[in-house]
């Protein structure tokens, strides 16, 4: 079976750091990514990474987010600094087998496999 487990979600006070973690168990993935989903909205995309070393992020997080990939490990990260109320949803690591078109990573539908979520909160 597959599983994505995240992990390192909390509340925090703006301006703080969170790092996320995601262990990969029974599969292993070429592309890799974090989504989010805030009550009320669509489920976004926010950073990617790949075996091929691309890596993507969302406008609103860039320069502030870190995405990483311990191979050896399995497990993905993000790290999130300079955080901000806006950054507050439920964080999703999600994975694909396939190489995906870096212009499409960001892209929900492309992603088979995700995991149960963690959740964020941001304080002003």
């Known amino acids: 079976q597959v599983h994505l487990v995240e992990s390192g979600g909390g509340s925090v006070q703006a301006g703080g750091s969170l790092r996320l973690s995601c262990s990969v168990q029974?599969?292993?993935?070429?592309?890799m990514a974090w989504f989010r989903q805030a009550p009320g909205k669509e489920r976004e995309g926010v950073a990617t990474?790949?075996?091929?070393?691309?890596?993507e992020y969302a406008d609103s997080v860039k320069g502030r987010f870190t995405i990483s990939l311990d191979n050896g490990k399995n497990t993905l990260y993000l790290q999130m600094n300079s955080l901000k109320p806006e950054d507050s949803a439920m964080y999703y690591c999600?994975?694909?087998?396939?190489?995906?078109?870096?212009?499409?990573?960001?892209?929900?539908?492309?992603?088979?496999?995700w995991g149960q979520g963690t959740q964020v909160t941001v304080s002003s």
């Open positions: 999600a994975g694909a087998v396939e190489r995906i078109s870096p212009i499409r990573r960001l892209t929900r539908s492309e992603y088979r496999y």
């Open positions: 029974g599969l292993s993935f070429y592309t």
């Open positions: 990474r790949a075996l091929d070393g691309i890596t």
